[in-house]
């Protein structure tokens, strides 16, 4: 009974309404815990691999398309799972923006130096930083998964690899951020929004909680009771926007730190 439990469909937990787990319970913590241990031996793991002056080293690259190779597997197995059993509705179609990045982080392994690689690269640096990171803390499966399940197990697998696939070349240098990349960012962020906002009420989904805003939580929630629908759209760009610019201002913090400490002391 355990093993079936472990093994049932997402979408049958999402129907039947099965009680999930509590945001920073036990379960959480224990996810979280898993999650935190896969992108720190990532990220050791990287860092130990040989580097170049310039580019992905021959053992780096090969490292992160693992990294990126292994998020897209669980997605696709899963979707393909669903497709056998009869179970592949919109609702659990690989579209939502975490979803994306998976994809995104898998497009700019497989051509990191190209023109469309470093576009991707900056999706990767904006989306699959914050955007990983916040359904890490704040599942949107977590009221009908129980934390003892394949589903959210997936789950939180999947986006720590994708943060893990960001984070490792952010810190081993082989991705840096510029400010003007983020144009892209809100270009494709704004493209994709209005096509979910125009698909989500014929498929009935919630694709980038453009939609069904409170039905993802907060912040969402308290964006659409201060500015209403659709004046809540304007807010959630300019709060992912916020985000995006913390993310950088950080690494830019860090890294002139960096620079300072290695620089030789004038006497």
């Known amino acids: 009974m355990?093993?079936?439990?472990?093994?049932t469909p997402e979408p049958v937990l999402y129907h039947t309404r099965t009680p999930g787990f509590a945001f920073f319970g036990a379960g959480h913590l224990a996810s979280l815990a898993l999650s935190a241990v896969i992108v720190a031996l990532s990220l050791a793991w990287y860092l130990?691999?040989?580097r170049q002056s310039e580019g992905f080293s021959r053992q780096r690259l090969a490292f992160v398309r693992v990294l990126a190779g292994l998020a897209v597997a669980i997605i696709l197995a899963k979707c393909l799972w669903y497709l056998r059993i009869g179970m592949l509705e919109p609702l659990f179609w690989p579209l939502h923006i975490c979803n994306l990045c998976e994809f995104v982080a898998l497009g700019y392994a497989a051509a990191p130096s190209s023109r469309v690689g470093s576009r991707l690269a900056d999706l990767l640096f904006c989306w699959g930083l914050t955007g990983c990171l916040g359904a890490l803390l704040f599942p949107g499966w977590a009221w009908y998964c129980p934390?003892?399940?394949?589903a959210s197990l997936c789950g939180f697998v999947e986006h720590a690899?994708?943060?893990a696939c960001a984070l490792c070349v952010l810190v081993g240098g082989e991705y840096v951020p510029h400010?003007?990349?983020v144009w892209f960012v809100i270009a494709a962020t704004v493209a994709c929004g209005a096509a979910a906002r125009a698909i989500n009420?014929?498929?009935?989904?919630?694709f980038f909680f453009v939609s069904n805003p409170i039905a993802a939580g907060w912040p969402f929630s308290w964006l659409v009771a201060a500015f209403g629908d659709p004046g809540f759209l304007v807010a959630y760009l300019a709060f992912a926007v916020v985000l995006?610019?913390?993310v950088y201002g950080t690494y830019r913090g860090v890294a002139m730190l960096r620079l300072r400490?290695?620089?030789?002391?004038q006497h």
């Open 2 to 7: 355990a093993t079936e439990n472990f093994l």
């Open 48 to 50: 130990r691999l040989p």
């Open 147 to 150: 934390a003892w399940s394949l």
């Open 161 to 163: 690899l994708v943060f």
């Open 179 to 181: 400010p003007h990349g």
């Open 201 to 206: 009420p014929r498929l009935g989904t919630n």
């Open 244 to 246: 995006w610019g913390a």
């Open 261 to 265: 400490q290695q620089a030789p002391s």
